[in-house]
């Protein structure tokens, strides 16, 4: 049971550059998360998807796009990253039903220059 | 989303039972108690959640007081693999963001 997976796990570029972070989850889980962690702000959700094509805005969207063209993928878009984009990226999904708990990936470190 | 307060950290002795208390005194009536950890370079880790009554799973058991207004998150034999940090979070069936404090830092002493 593979779970939830990000890719990369680590990833350096340069200000400017469109990068990716990919997730993929095999439980079939119609909800899937995209957070971003950071030193004195903890966890702070970027976006979110309830199912195919539906997605939605979290906390901190600005300067992130995201697509969910099927249930398993979650793809994370900076198109013109920036310095202040450098963050540890969580990738989480869960079941319907908000009393359903959340589950995560182990993370992309990405560093931005 | 209500707020919780809980201790900055805590230490255990491996083998006994860790208990990390967190304080929800606005908690209303729908909303969930969650815990999470977070060992050092990983993901967060689902542990439990509850809503009224008390929890067990094969990771720890979840009281939540009558009045709702705080709950202890037991782990009954800590190991050094128990290390982490752990999250309280209170969490409205209307919402879908997890809101994560700073969370009680376990240490576990061998």
């Known amino acids: 049971d593979a779970g939830i997976t990000q890719s990369p796990r680590y990833k350096i570029t340069e200000t400017g550059r469109q990068v990716t972070l990919m997730c993929h989850q095999t439980?079939?889980?119609?909800?899937m998360f995209w957070y971003r962690q950071d030193l004195g702000h903890g966890l702070r959700l970027i976006y979110y998807?309830?199912?195919?094509?539906?997605?939605d805005k979290g906390e901190v969207p600005d300067g992130y796009v995201v697509s969910r063209s099927k249930t398993e993928n979650f793809p994370l878009t900076l198109e013109s990253a920036t310095r202040s984009q450098t963050s540890v990226y969580f990738c989480?999904?869960?079941?319907?039903?908000?009393?359903?708990?959340?589950?995560f990936g182990d993370g992309t470190r990405l560093s931005i220059l | 989303d209500a707020k919780t307060t809980q201790p900055t950290s805590m230490d255990c002795a491996e083998g006994r039972a860790a208990n990390l208390p967190c304080n929800h005194s606005?908690?209303?009536?729908?909303?969930?108690v969650y815990w999470y950890r977070q060992i050092h370079s990983q993901g967060p880790q689902y542990i439990i959640h509850?809503?009224?009554n008390n929890e067990t799973n094969e990771m720890a058991s979840l009281i939540i007081t009558e009045d709702r207004k705080s709950s202890t998150l037991i782990l009954p034999h800590a190991t050094l693999r128990d290390t982490a940090v752990y999250y309280c979070?209170?969490?409205?069936?209307?919402?879908?963001?997890?809101?994560f404090g700073t969370g009680t830092s376990l240490t576990v002493i061998p």
């Open positions: 989480a999904s869960s079941e319907g039903g908000s009393n359903q708990p959340q589950h």
């Open positions: 439980w079939s889980h119609s909800y």
């Open positions: 998807s309830a199912a195919a094509d539906i997605t």
């Open positions: 606005t908690i209303s009536g729908n909303e969930y």
């Open positions: 509850g809503l009224k």
């Open positions: 979070i209170v969490r409205s069936q209307s919402r879908n963001q997890f809101y």
